[in-house]
Structure formats: structure tokens, C-alpha cells
């Protein structure tokens, strides 16, 4: 149906079954004209019932390297977290990759990893038992991808960092303070309010704004749908405008009735929208609902909740322009990580950025684009702080 990979709403969209295949381990050097001092080496993890490609980037001449375990965000995403467009299909960025290839350049490993039943981007396995995936189960998976790198020769285990993004910050901070072994955490866009918050900023505070414009006197009839849905609204609209109508993607932009109250096919941005989404997310993340892995029993604390016990260093890195996680959630992390003692924590919020750290005029045009230099920059500078301890 659509090819999203980076907000809550990426966990429901359909995708086409693939061939399951799997990664064989080996080892290769990175080309010579990016990091000819850095190996690549690729396997395979068994998370039980799947075989998850995987790859450690590590110095060549190095016996004990620092590692970064980066941990992705919500949907389907491979270990680049490669993200492909919502309406036209095409590329948009891949911040694994990127920062990958700077920490590599700067002396620390990094370990990533497929997302279960992931073969590579976007690409399922099995859709029967990916719908059925819950943030439990990928914390599971988080900490054997951490075992396996602790135990790999080419990195040092008493220097590893945890990097999570999205829905990988709880994974991520849960791992964190159940492992004291860690050496930091690093926090990208991280969720610092409830599913349902995250879920209603994204609708409020992004789709709304961006379809206000197509509307005529405050109503979107199909022709407006369908013309917003091929404009330039970024990732989080998109997604919200593909359950608010049937199906955009095949050329459908029916409303859905949830919200088309008075049954005229047009949805009243102010009368039927705005206040039905409450209600509509309650729904769906029930056991049966659109998004119910991050229902009740089967989603992890937000960050704000697990803050208190984060002792560890911190690093915390936001984008104002962010459309999926909202940017004062980030500052309410910080300060619940100073208020219960820790010293050791970094915020830095970014004027003009995204969700991925790339550059974005605004919520609404969130459309992932490549991380920035800037936010590279902070989070090797950071680590090599720490590192130097």
C-alpha cells in the first residue's frame, strides 16, 4: 500500500511478502575512495525464528575498538534505515549509513543491524508475523545484537555506546540502565511522551497544518486529498492523510467514515478531524487496532518515564522542525535527567532540522532528508570526550 519506515504510523502499512535472504558472513574492505582504513565486516544474528543481516564497521589496524550500537526507529528499516518516499517511491536518505561512515572515519565501530524479518529496505519476510511484532520483541532483539558485538574480538566491551532513534530511544534507554556496562547513550528525536501523545502531535502539529491549505472554507473533499497527497507534505502528513482517507496510494481518497462525521465525503478540518482524532487512536491502539504494538502490554516507557533512572552519559540530540516527535520533548528529557542527579548530559536542539537531523522548513515537511553535518560533528566530538576518560 505505501513505503513508509520512520514514524509510529510505519508499523501498520502493507507491504509486499518477499523472499526471505540472508546475509553471509564475510568481511570487505569499504572502497577506497571513502574509508580505506576501516573493514566492513557482515553476518547474520538468529533472533530466534529469522536470521537478521547485520554489520560491524570497524578500524583494520585496531584490536579493541569503542562501538556504537544504533538501534532504528519505527517501520520496516534495514541497517542503513534507509527511507524511501511516500507518494513517488524514491530514495531519501540513509543516517545508519551516514553516521557509519563518520564515526568510522573518527576510530569508533559500529554495529547495526536489520530489524526483524527485515531482508533490506522496506522489504518483509513475513507480513503475518511482522504485524505482529511489539516493542517487546524488539528489545529482545536489541539486547542479542548487543551480546553478540560485546563479544566480538574487534571491539573493546567496556566502551560501548547505545544510540537510539525514535522508537529506538526507549529501546535504547531501557538498555541502557538494565546493562551498567555501557559507556553512554545517545538519543535522537527520542519519545518522551505517551503512543497516543506522539501519535496526536503528528496529526495536529503536522498533517493538519499541511493540508489546511488544500482545503476550501475548512473542507477537504477528494480532489484537495488527492492533491495534497502528491504535494510536498512530509512523512508524518502523508501517513496521517493515508489512514484518514481509503487508500491514496492505488488513487482511493475516499474519507474514511471515522472522520467524514456527516457523511458528505468531505472532511471538515476543524469539525470532524481535529477533534476525532482523540478518539481514533484510542481505538487503534487497542489489541485489534492500527497500531496496537504500542498499545497497553506491548510497548516499552517512554524516555521521560525512564529518564529518572538514566545515570549513565547522555547525549540528546533534537531537530525544532521535527515532525514526528515534538521538540519540547526532548527538553523535558533533559531536565528530568538533571533533576535526578546526572551531571554528565547534553542537549542540543537543532533550528532548522528534521526528524532524521536533515533540513526541513517545518513539521508539516518533515520529509527525512540526509543528517546534516552539524549533528555528525556533535555526536563524534561528544564521544570522543568520553571516550578519552
Not at 573518527?106 to 503475518?128: C, E, P, Q
Not at 521521560?304 to 547522555?314: C, D, G, R, W
Request: proline share 6%; hydrophobic share 40%; glycine share 8%.
Amino acid at each position: 500500500m505505501k513505503r513508509f519506515g520512520i514514524s509510529l504510523f510505519a508499523c501498520i502499512l502493507l507491504i509486499s511478502i518477499l523472499t526471505l535472504t540472508r546475509a553471509h558472513a564475510s568481511t570487505t574492505s569499504r572502497p577506497a575512495d571513502k574509508q580505506p582504513a576501516y573493514n566492513a565486516e557482515k553476518f547474520s544474528i538468529n533472533l530466534g525464528d529469522f536470521q537478521t543481516p547485520a554489520e560491524l564497521d570497524y578500524p583494520r589496524g585496531s584490536k579493541r575498538a569503542p562501538v556504537v550500537l544504533l538501534i532504528h526507529g519505527a517501520g520496516p528499516q534495514d541497517l542503513e534505515a534507509n527511507v524511501i518516499g511516500d507518494s513517488d517511491g524514491k530514495f531519501r536518505s540513509h543516517i545508519f549509513s551516514d553516521i557509519a561512515n563518520s564515526l568510522t572515519a573518527h576510530g569508533f565501530a559500529v554495529m547495526r543491524y536489520n530489524k526483524h524479518y527485515i531482508t533490506s529496505a522496506n522489504k518483509i519476510s513475513d507480513l503475518a508475523k511482522y504485524s505482529k511484532l511489539d516493542m517487546k520483541q524488539l528489545l529482545i532483539d536489541a539486547n542479542k545484537v548487543l551480546q553478540y558485538v560485546k563479544n566480538d574480538a574487534h571491539i573493546d566491551a567496556k566502551r560501548m555506546y547505545l544510540y537510539g532513534w525514535s522508537e529506538g530511544s526507549m529501546i535504547a534507554s531501557n538498555m541502557a540502565i538494565s546493562h551498567p556496562e555501557i559507556a553512554g547513550l545517545i538519543l535522537q528525536g527520542a519519545i518522551s511522551g505517551s503512543p497516543k501523545d506522539t501519535l496526536l502531535f503528528q496529526a495536529r502539529q503536522a498533517f493538519i497544518p499541511y493540508v489546511r491549505p488544500f482545503a476550501s472554507k475548512g473542507l477537504l473533499d477528494r480532489t484537495a486529498l488527492q492533491k495534497a497527497w502528491t504535494g510536498n507534505g512530509g512523512f508524518p502528513a502523508k501517513e496521517v492523510l493515508g489512514y484518514v482517507t481509503s487508500d491514496p496510494a492505488s488513487g482511493d481518497f475516499t474519507p474514511n467514515p471515522a472522520f467524514d462525521l456527516n457523511h458528505d465525503g468531505k472532511l471538515d478540518i476543524d469539525h470532524e478531524l481535529y477533534p476525532t482524532f482523540p478518539a481514533f487512536i484510542d481505538k487503534a491502539l487497542l489489541p485489534s487496532g492500527l497500531f496496537h504494538m504500542y498499545g497497553t502490554g506491548h510497548v516499552l516507557p517512554s524516555v521521560s518515564e525512564q529518564a529518572s533512572k538514566l545515570k549513565l552519559p547522555v547525549l540528546i540530540l533534537q531537530g525544532r522542525q521535527d515532525g514526528n516527535t515534538p521538540a519540547y520533548g526532548a527538553k523535558r528529557i533533559d531536565t528530568i535527567v538533571d533533576q535526578n542527579g546526572n551531571r554528565d548530559h547534553t542537549l542540543h536542539m537543532y533550528a532548522h532540522l528534521g526528524h532524521s537531523l536533515g533540513v526541513t522548513p517545518g513539521p508539516a515537511y518533515d520529509n527525512m532528508l540526509p543528517i546534516a553535518q552539524q549533528p555528525l560533528s556533535d555526536i563524534n566530538d561528544w564521544l570522543q570526550k568520553h571516550n578519552a576518560r
